[in-house]
Each structure stands twice: as structure tokens, then as C-alpha cells.
């Protein structure tokens, strides 16, 4: 056991029996769990249950366990201000922490409690970086809400209803008791958004327990599986069973298959790319369109469809999607000690218009599409399980932005018109910093009436909550003058999904004239972090992982 580092030595010993640890149990693995409780973010809240219950699962298994806290930040809550510019740089100070602890104290194993969008990714790559054994809990989804007798998720029924609100579609009344009703209590936003997109991933790798990606955040079933995973990474432990003995490159292949089946986030390229880095293995952004066009959509989740984690819990969550892709998916092992394919063969779909056959997928193609071309030549991300047929080849006019406020300022007073193509810039990995999301503006153009008639590009990302014809990742980004630096407006941009291109009506000649005079970007923070962050973050194309 790695724990023997500090068990042989006095001084360490007695610092640890101050802890409360016995003589008796120093000779039982210790595990951290490493938690991202907090009482902020919805998603978290409820964790200190499952703290204890991982706890009472460690202790049974014959372990001893130690619980460390780690930061989350609520994308919802700081969508739309300077908060958003930390949110993709804290999954690598959450991957930093989990690994400067895990090796400070030499921890035998790890319980990865997490949930939310950078969270559970950050902990992946710190899980795949250490090569400790590991267990991920995924916190899991939150209820629908209801009002009226409809359904509700945060986005559709809060971010879009906003901007329905201010122009004047919905009453005050109903405005306010959306708002008051469409998130009713503890877990990740209800829909097939980046935190349950990365939850169900993280299933798919084989590095959560079977069910753990679905079950409801609220449920005695998480609780349950909390306990086990307690349990059963003693076991690892003692089998010498570590992340990168799972996560190979089918583990990815298989997640990025569900990704695509399900209709996941475009977020899902980043962070899987990013965790495949950590892991040493090379994930290039080819990968996930290829795999897009050769897997069927097999659910209809909120953004792109009506239904929610729930009713795919129900269903039979991941073990069913598995029972329907299973000749797709690659046999690998999992933590709880099965294979992938011997999952797939226990598992049991419930209800088929949920989780349709792969002869009645809901599209053909997988949820995302990777568009390349003079505006992208490394390419940019598309979720077109989202994008209604009439929009999925659009030729518009650009309205150009250097920011995310600008040009959410500019759809609300009413600037942006049917055949308009919104370019949002210099919001990219290095360009924020932080590449934040453009919920805002996307939410306004759907609350507005206007996703079947505008287009919005942006070297920036998306909510997992987005719909719509958005594109982003767009790389390289204008801070590290890529071509979208050189966008004007009016300029006639071309998007065609089927056909992967993303182009502006410029020359070759034009181009490199027009980024010739491109002048160096001023950084819209200059203190503080993000400023070292900013120096050393990669392409949204690799990952937008920092280099060594």
C-alpha cells in the first residue's frame, strides 16, 4: 500500500492518531474521498449524505477513510458575468488539488464524490494523472420541476423564459413562478446537459458503478450506490486495479459512443479530450465526428428532445442504452468488476420510445458534428440533434462581437434580424480567459423566436443546455489569430452540417490581408490567476488543457 510511505514513520503516525485513527487501523487501506460539497451549487448540496454513506461503504469494505473538500463552481449561477471566465479554469485547479493531496498524504485509493460541469471532469483527469485506484460518484440528477401542469428544466424554462419575459410573450406571474418552480431541489440540472452528459460518461469509461450515472440525486438508489463504491474500492485496492488499466482508448470510444447516442454536450469533446491527455492517450477531434456519423440518436432528452434524466433512469439508464449499442461498444473493464459487454447483457430497457432500437433512432447520426473550413481549420462543434432541418445549412450576414455582452446586449434591444449569422469572439481558452459560455445569447435568440432564422458562431462554448443552430470551439481562436479574428461585418458566412463546413465568402488572399492587420488582443483580465492561466492554456482543439 502506498499509505506505508508515511504509516513507517513516527511523527506521521502520531499526527494521524490526532486525527482519530487508531493503531488497529493502520494497517487497513486509507481512502480519500475527495468531496465537492458546498452549499452554492445545487448539484452539491445534497453530497453530506453520500459522504456518509461512502464513509459507512469504506468502513465495511475495511478501509479507512479521510474526506477532503474541493471547490465547484454553479455554471448557471455565474452564467453571463465575470464568474463565467472561471468555470473551465477551476476543472484544473480541482485536478490539481485532488492530485497535490492524494500525494501529500500517499493515499491507498480514492472516492471521487462529484457532480457538475468542470467537477467531474477535473476529477477524471486528476484520477487518470495519479493512477490510484479509483471509484467516481457521480451526485446525479435532479427532479423535473412543474408548473401548470408542464414539465421544466433550467434552461428552456428560466434562460429562454427570460427572454420571452422581456418581450412581453409571458406574463410577470408565470415568469415569476417558472423561476420559482423549475428547479425543485438538490442535483444537476434535469436535462442531458454537460454535468449529466459527463456523469453518463463517466459510466460509459467503466468508472462508476452500473446505474450511478442516472440515479436521482434525492434517491435512496444513489445512497446505495454511494455505499457500494465505498465497498468496493477497498477491493481495488487490493486488486491493483487503477484508472489507466480502465481507462484505454475503448473506455473513451465507448463514452464518446454514448455521448453521441444519448445527444450529450458539445462540452463533452473538451473534457473527454482533456481527461484521454491526462491518460496518455491522443483523442483527436476527427474521432468524435467519425464516431457521430456511425452511431444512431437514440433518446430525445432536453435541449434537443422532450424528455428528461429521469425518464431515462427509468428507462434503465446506462446498462440499457448498453443493451441497445452493444455490438457497437467496445468490451473493456469497469470498476465494479464487470465488463462493459457483460453490462450491456444484464441490462434492461423499460421503456423502448424512451431509449429506442438502433432501427428507430430519433436521427440517424450521433448529437454532435465537428465543422471544418476557412473559418475553422482546426475545427468547431456543433450539437445538430438540436438544430431543426430547416437550419442545418444556413447563409447569413455577420454581426460581429469582440464579447459575449456585446452581443447579448445587441439581440435584447432588437439589432439582430431573420438571415443574421451572430459572431461572438475573443471568449476562446486564451481570449477570455476561460472560454465562457454563451447561454445568455443562445437563450435569448431561442426565447426571442429566432433559433429557425439566426445562426451564432463563437471561439468561445456552449451550455450543455444549448439548442439551436450554435456553433462554437471555433479554432484556432481570434486571441491566437485564427481566421474568425478576421470576420467583418456583413461578411456572408456558410454553414452546412451535413457536409462538416463552416466557411466565410472571402478569398484565400482577403484572409491572410485582412489578419495581417489583426493587432495583438487585450486581455479582458490581467490579475489574479486567470492571467497566469491565459498564458499557458492550449486550443479548445486539444482540449484547452495547460501546458507543461
Keep these: ?319 440499457a442504452a448498453f443493451s441497445v449499442l452493444n455490438k457497437m461498444l467496445k468490451n473493456n473493464p469497469t470498476v465494479s468488476g464487470l465488463t462493459i459487454k457483460q453490462i450491456a447483457k444484464e441490462g434492461i430497457n423499460y421503456n423502448p420510445q424512451i431509449i429506442r432500437s438502433l432501427d428507430n433512432p430519433y436521427h440517424a447520426q450521433g448529437s454532435l458534428a465537428v465543422l471544418k473550413g476557412n473559418l475553422a481549420p482546426e475545427g468547431a462543434v456543433v450539437k445538430q440533434t438540436a438544430v431543426s432541418p430547416k437550419m442545418m445549412q444556413f447563409k447569413g450576414t455577420a454581426k460581429v462581437f469582440d464579447s459575449e455582452d456585446a452581443a447579448q446586449k445587441a439581440i435584447l434591444s432588437g439589432k439582430i434580424k431573420e438571415g443574421d449569422v451572430v459572431v461572438i469572439r475573443y471568449e476562446g481558452p486564451k481570449g477570455g480567459p476561460g472560454m465562457r459560455e454563451m447561454l445568455y445569447p443562445t437563450s435569448a435568440i431561442a426565447g426571442m423566436g429566432l433559433s429557425e432564422s439566426v445562426a451564432l458562431i463563437t471561439d468561445g462554448r456552449f451550455s450543455g443546455g444549448t439548442r439551436g443552430p450554435c456553433i462554437g470551439h471555433v479554432s484556432p481562436e481570434a486571441a491566437s489569430y485564427g481566421p474568425i479574428a478576421a470576420v467583418k461585418d456583413g461578411d456572408i458566412i456558410e454553414i452546412d452540417i451535413p457536409n462538416r463546413k463552416l466557411e466565410v465568402n472571402i478569398s484565400n488572399d482577403e484572409m491572410k490581408k485582412r489578419l495581417s492587420k489583426v493587432k495583438p488582443h487585450e486581455p479582458k483580465i490581467k490579475t489574479g490567476w486567470l492571467s497566469r492561466y491565459a498564458r499557458f492554456v492550449t486550443s479548445a482543439s486539444t482540449g484547452a488543457v495547460l501546458k507543461a
Design 1 to 319: 500500500m502506498r499509505s506505508k510511505n508515511i504509516k513507517k514513520m513516527g511523527p506521521s503516525r502520531a499526527l494521524l492518531h490526532a486525527t482519530g485513527v487508531s493503531p488497529q487501523e493502520m494497517n487497513k487501506p486509507f481512502i480519500g474521498i475527495a468531496s465537492s460539497f458546498t452549499d452554492l451549487v445545487p448539484g452539491h448540496v445534497d453530497m453530506r449524505s453520500l459522504e456518509r454513506a461512502i464513509e459507512k461503504g469504506v468502513h465495511a469494505g475495511g478501509g479507512v477513510s479521510f474526506t477532503f473538500g474541493l471547490p465547484a463552481i454553479c455554471d448557471g449561477i455565474a452564467m453571463g458575468h465575470k464568474g463565467m471566465h472561471y468555470s473551465l479554469p477551476s476543472r484544473e485547479l480541482i485536478a490539481d488539488t485532488v492530485e497535490s493531496v492524494t500525494e501529500a498524504h500517499q493515499l491507498d485509493g480514492l472516492i471521487l464524490l462529484t457532480a457538475c460541469d468542470k467537477i467531474t471532469p477535473g476529477m477524471l483527469m486528476a484520477a487518470a494523472r495519479l493512477n490510484v485506484p479509483t471509484i467516481v460518484v457521480t451526485a446525479g440528477p435532479m427532479m423535473t420541476g412543474c408548473y401548470k401542469g408542464s414539465r421544466l428544466d433550467l434552461v428552456h424554462d428560466t434562460f429562454e423564459a427570460e427572454a420571452a419575459y422581456k418581450q412581453k410573450k409571458i406574463s410577470k406571474i408565470d415568469y415569476d413562478n417558472l423561476i420559482l418552480t423549475s428547479c425543485p431541489g438538490a442535483g444537476s440540472c434535469s436535462g442531458l446537459f454537460t454535468a449529466n452528459t459527463m456523469a453518463c460518461a463517466t459510466e460509459a469509461m467503466g468508472m462508476s458503478l452500473p446505474f450511478c450515472g442516472t440515479a436521482l440525486a434525492v434517491s435512496s438508489k444513489k445512497k446505495m450506490i454511494a455505499y457500494e463504491s465505498g465497498k468496493r474500492i477497498v477491493e481495488l485496492v487490493k486488486e491493483d486495479l487503477t484508472p489507466k488499466k480502465i481507462m484505454n482508448l475503448n473506455a473513451f470510444v465507448n463514452a464518446i459512443r454514448i455521448d453521441m447516442a444519448l445527444g450529450g454536450s458539445t462540452n463533452a469533446v473538451l473534457h473527454l479530450t482533456a481527461i484521454a491527455h491526462e491518460a496518455g492517450i491522443e483523442l483527436p477531434i476527427e474521432l468524435f465526428d467519425k464516431i457521430s456519423k456511425e452511431t444512431p440518436h437514440i433518446t430525445s432528452i432536453r435541449p434537443g428532445g422532450d424528455n428528461f434524466m429521469e425518464d431515462f433512469e427509468n428507462a434503465g439508464g446506462i446498462p
